[in-house]
């Protein structure tokens, strides 16, 4: 009996050690997702359970599954370059699987960001030897939400960059003070032969991945990108399923005045079947009334109130191989105004220009189509180790302006714009020694031009013109002790510009003032090179230096339209070559990421605007522009991060051609070209649950460098531009996973307030405030 009632008792006892052994043996998984803060996928995440020998990373739909975890309360560590890295605290039960969603924030800044259009490859930005903005997509959806305008978004974002003109177009809008070359995947927007201000708004921001901006002049793209490029690179539709979309529908209006209320409505499907992938997206917004602080009606000479435009775009692609890819882009903009005000004319420096009820003459103004086509063509190691990319593309656009006054009876004016062209791009890597390796970039870009400004009515105003532009190139770079990449390039410009036989515009009744202009050939051939160097071993100071030439053909359309000569050959069309220098770096000290740059470009002839008699012609002068940049951001805690930029800029034309800018007769270039001084401040917070809030303050200071004529009158470019200050506010919540609503408010504090081109036009017609406090309210679902 005592054996018994022992071995009962050793019995128990083992049982009851072996229950914490037992216990600690229970196991479950976990399964789990990855995503952004706007819900997409992030494909290829490291996930780690702390403190065990547990890890794994996400497929590309953003998808893992972690299995034999310990039950209990797990540490998740998750991260992943360009996000913040995540712990968050999982219970696993045993025998059980929790499933959970883990979301990710972006970094403020990140040096390992990688573009593709300072030198047509990709390529870190800590190894660029320039300045360049990029705006990613969470940038572009944060300022979208204050306003769809990319005119705006680019203000708020870019340094360097003048403020938008609340305007269809972007006359004045300059980087650096020279003209900036927009294109869309690499396709030219621009219209450097006349230009028309409206590349910069030439498509939707729904539709594009992310912009970059390279500053200062470049012969990378060629003709037109004197102060820089901005390049619009679209979405792609392989985001990790087979079928998938975006669908966003909002109100927007003014908050004081009626008839403001207006709708955008957007949708998306995309999605990925074995080789295939494909992105589709329409967009239609209508504008209702734009009113100014206290209520008035804008006026709508060149507005964008009671605006109807659309955007339709496709991308599809296809991967033969891993390394071989053909893929089609298309994208249609249009823009046009139905306006039922007329404008009446303010009292410059007093009362503002506004619109009343009136019927408008001709016919509605705006960007009819703008039609882009892209086939390219990508193919990694075609031969040895040299990648290919090829392109073929389209650009179809025309655009009506306001009426002018400006030749005898007046009419409204358009612009025709067609360019065909092909580029073939190559990039072979290869090592000069042991500890020298060299990359070249060569290629060729062809591009035909063909561009008009004729009236509504049938009359030309300027003749045909027709360009074939002939470009090889080549850049090379290397990197030496590990930290020092240096770059240089060159590229020469063959250009043949074919003008037609026309007859300008008479100037009185019967044809009187008209010139018979014999038209001809244009032939231009230039040289043009860069060269720069980055130092990137340490963070805290990453420096460079660089030096860029960019060849651009002088506003031809501008010179043919006011020709006083009957030949072409009299007239003055020499090109412009701009030279830049500049010298900058970039810091990251803890939290804190700051960089900054100091620049100064020369050109022998610029093209400075001026008004004679009504009519504006271009100052063909010696000029120098110079100016500065600092850019800072600092995250004050892990859900407040604060940052902004400073950037100033100014120019001086050399009149007397002394080699100095400081004589009695040189002048400072106009404000239609130098923008005034321009800060930017933002505070992101995201403390609360499931809602982010943003918001802008943005200042555009003085510039006072004229005085008026002796009628009393400030000529284009020349009036006074006193500071204003602009408060906006972008606010987002995030409802369920597919679920979000945002709220945008543009001049929260609801000032009155004149844009910089209101005030430096100097005239009545064009003293035009801008927007009162303004919403913009949308709800958008993925799925």
Known sequence: MKHTYFRLLVLTLSVLSALPLFAQTEKGSIRGKVVDSLGNNIPFANIQVKKQNLKTTSDKFGVFKLNAVPAGNQQIRISITGYNQLEQSVVVKANDTATVTFTLKEQQSDLTDVIVSASRRPESLSQTPSSVTVLTAKELSTQSTISPNLANILSYSVPGLGFSTNQTGNSGQTLRGRNVLVLIDGIPQSTPLRAGGRDIRSIDPSVVERVEVIKGATAIYGNGAEGGLINYITKNGDKGKAFGG???????????????????????????????????????????????????????????????SYNGFVKLGYNFTAKQRLQLMYNYFSSRQHSLYTTKDGVYGQSPAIGVYGTRLGVDEGTRFNHNANLQYTSQQIFGKTDLTANLYYQDFYTIYSNSASFFGGGQSAITS????????????????????????????????????????????????????????????????????????????????????????????????????????????????????????????????????????????????????????????????????????????????????????????GANLLEVNGTYISQRIPERVYGFEIQADYQILRDLSVGGNYAQVEGKGDVDNDGTFNGNVDVYLNTTRIPPSKTTVYFKYSGVKNLTLDVNWMRVGNRDRFKTNAAGKYLIGEGPVKAFNLFNLAAAYQVTQPLRLSLGVENLLNKVYYPAISQFYGSNVNYVRGNGRRFNLSAGYAF
């Open 418 to 605: 067609t360019k065909k062209g092909a580029r073939v791009n190559l990039n072979t890597p290869f090592n000069l020694t042991a500890n020298v390796p060299v990359t070249l970039n060569y290629g060729l870009d062809l591009m035909n031009d063909k561009t008009a400004q004729s009236l509504t009515d049938g009359r030309l105003w300027v003749p045909n013109m027709n360009m074939v532009n002939f470009a090889p190139y080549l850049q090379a770079s290397t990197t030496l002790f590990n930290d020092l990449t240096i770059k240089g390039g060159l590229r020469t410009e063959n250009i043949n510009i074919d003008v037609d036989d026309f007859n300008t515009l008479a100037t009185g009744a019967n044809g009187a003032g008209s010139i018979a202009v014999q038209g001809g050939t244009l032939n231009y051939n230039a040289f043009v090179f860069n060269a720069g160097a980055r130092y990137s071993k340490f963070k805290f100071f990453n420096p460079f230096i660089s030096y860029a030439q960019s060849f651009s053909v002088f506003e031809l359309g501008r010179v043919l339209r006011a020709a006083k000569s009957n030949t072409l050959s009299q007239l003055e069309t020499k090109p412009i070559i701009v030279n830049n220098y500049e010298a900058g770096f970039s810091s990251t000290v803890g939290k804190l990421n700051f960089s900054a740059a100091y620049y100064y470009s020369t050109s022998k002839l």
């Open 246 to 308: 975006y669908t966003q529908a909002g109100l927007t209006g003014n908050l004081k005045g009626d008839s403001t209320i207006g709708y955008r409505f957007s949708q998306q499907f995309y999605g990925k079947v074995a080789k295939f992938d494909y992105l589709v997206s329409g967009m239609y917004e209508k504008t209702g009334v734009y009113r100014d602080a206290e209520g008035l009606v804008i006026s709508p000479e060149y507005g964008l109130g009671e605006t109807k």
